[in-house]
């Protein structure tokens, strides 16, 4: 069965780094677009950063110039470095995948479990 395995996550201060790992398992034939979302307490699940196939990147504003997704194909992992953490950095964070299994057309969507990312003062 195809899932998406996290790690990483954990407690930092303020200013801090982490690095979230997030690899797919299972049957997967190939994998398009990756990405991180996260969700902060009593907020919307936001998209954090994605990278496509071919390696182009999108970020959202808040995290511009101090998080850099990137990806491994042969290891079918993404990874989120994040650097010069902020308390409003804290929310859960999950990563997405668009896989297509084995013997399968079209693409699926799938979810990680969710990693915390806790930044406090």
């Known amino acids: 069965q195809e899932q998406l395995v996290e790690s990483g996550g954990g407690s930092v201060q303020v200013g801090g780094s982490l690095r979230l790992s997030c690899a797919a398992t299972?049957?997967?034939?190939?994998?398009?677009?990756m990405a991180w979302y996260r969700q902060a307490p009593g907020k919307q699940r936001e998209l954090v950063a994605a990278?496509?196939?071919?390696?182009?990147?999108d970020y959202a504003d808040s995290v511009k110039g101090r998080f850099t997704i990137s990806r491994d194909n042969a290891k079918n992992t993404v990874y989120l470095q994040m650097n010069t953490l902020k308390p409003e950095d804290t929310a859960v964070y999950y990563c997405?995948?668009?896989?297509?299994?084995?013997?399968?057309?079209?693409?699926?969507?799938?979810w990680g479990q969710g990693t915390q990312v806790t930044v406090s003062s």
């Open positions: 997405n995948a668009e896989i297509r299994r084995s013997g399968i057309i079209r693409y699926q969507d799938y």
């Open positions: 299972g049957r997967i034939f190939s994998i398009n677009r």
């Open positions: 990278v496509t196939s071919g390696g182009s990147t």
